[in-house]
Nanobody, 121 residues
C-alpha cells in the first residue's frame, strides 16, 4: 500500500507559477513511476505528466508542454510538478498517482487526495 499526499495548490493569477508536491508515506516512492493528473470542473480526470522511477524519463501532455515540469527527489521521497505561465483553464484538482506507467487514470493503483489549483484571469 502506498499513501500519497499532494500539497502546494492554491489561488494564483494568470501567468503565475505554482509548485505542487507529492509525498509518499509507508513505502518509498522511489520504487515507482509517478503520474500527475487533473480534474477540471465537469470534466474527466486527465493526464498531465509522468516521471520514471529514476527521474531519467519524463513525459508531459501537450496541454502543459513548455509550461509544466515534472521532477523528483528520491532522497526526499517526493515528486514535484512545477507549473509556470498558468492559465485559467489550468484550474483543476491535481492528483498524483503511482502503480502505473501510462497516461490513463485507470492504469494507476494509488492516488492522493488531490490539491486544488485555481487560476484567476
Amino acid at each position: 500500500q502506498v499513501q500519497l499526499v499532494e500539497s502546494g495548490g492554491g489561488l494564483v493569477q494568470a501567468g503565475g507559477s505554482l509548485r505542487l508536491s507529492c509525498a509518499a508515506s509507508a513505502r518509498t516512492l522511489s520504487s515507482y513511476a509517478v503520474g500527475w493528473f487533473r480534474q477540471r470542473p465537469g470534466k474527466e480526470r486527465e493526464f498531465v505528466a509522468r516521471i520514471s522511477r529514476s527521474g531519467g524519463t519524463t513525459y508531459c501532455a501537450d496541454s502543459g508542454k513548455g509550461r509544466f515540469t515534472i521532477s523528483r527527489d528520491n532522497t526526499k521521497n517526493t515528486v514535484y510538478l512545477q507549473m509556470n505561465s498558468l492559465k485559467p483553464e489550468d484550474t483543476a484538482v491535481y492528483y498524483c498517482a503511482t502503480g502505473g506507467l501510462g497516461t490513463r487514470a485507470v492504469e494507476y493503483d494509488y492516488w492522493g487526495q488531490g490539491t486544488q489549483v485555481t487560476v484567476s484571469s
